[in-house]
């Protein structure tokens, strides 16, 4: 079986988790700090707050600028649950709005229809990989005087119009979970250039502390360990050569497939996080693919405005074909020459 994803681990990552055990101190220490300096200046931002999870990083974020009850919040229809949920944890209301077509991500157009005299905050989600439209998403928001929380959980290294997400919104978040661009077993990141929401967002991850004991918000135990931040500090180094493996994986796939192939903004700098093709009967697809020895994922099987959970009673004619027909194929960066073109050969004898 060639599975949709497969961390690359090398000595560097051991050697690291091995330093961090003899140390003693497996908990948030000099290590994160060090993971946090270097993912900062990577992103080109200031600030970067480290968090056990993106889950745990999204919901810091809204918190950190203040989302609370009766607050609106705009965001897509097609995402991972979490970019929705971190909204209700503040007891705020997740608004959704469909996608584009092509592009998968939120439908920018869409965005100004929905703004009330609620809503606080926009959050994008670079869906797969590819950015969002963000100069559109950021004019809107200074318009509207809004908050743009990029979640780039599915996108490091990514690019729009030269500039890495994560420095182009107000605040960004990231994900290490253990099938993203890079790992860090579990782990989230918040980065911003803004002083005052990257002291806040350390509090809120620290129960609400500045001082030791002494509890000035609410906040949660949402540090990342030192064990963790080892991880993502040796996978940092290998980002961008491991995102050019998946790149180039694409490129393969692109000359090759002949089924309806992911559309890369030409702007955009796609990291491939999902390398994801359309098929109209996807469940006999699918089928093919299980017997014939090629791992998938379907991202996401139900849009996020019909969970039960949003009872948003709102239906977005893009995201709902999109949830039925689209399948990401392998791209990771573990792939070896010949599972790509095992898996091209797979997917072109259907039809
Ligand atoms: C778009 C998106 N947002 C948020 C998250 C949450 O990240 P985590 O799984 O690290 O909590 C994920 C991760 O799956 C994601 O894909």
New binding site residues.
Partial sequence: MIPISKPVLGKEEFKAVEEVLESGMLAQGDVVKEFEDKFAAYIGVNYAVATN????A?HTALASIGIRNGDEVITTSF??F??ASCVLMQNAKPIFVDIDSRTYNISQSEIEDKISERTKAIIP?H?YGQPCKMKEIMDIAEEHNLTVIE?A??AHGAEYDGKKVGFIGDIAVF???STKNIIAG???MITTNDERIAERAKMIRNHGQRERYLHECLGYNYRMTNIAAAIGLAQLKKLDKLNERRINNARYYNKRLNVDKPYVAPNAKHVFHQYTIRVKERDKFLEHLEKNGVGYGIYYPVPLSRQPLFNSGSYFREAELASKEVVSIPVHPALSKEDVKRVAEVVNVYE
């Fill in positions: 999870s993106g889950t745990a999204l995402s991972f979490a970019t989600v869906l979640d959980a599915q994900s290490f979970y579990e782990g989230g």
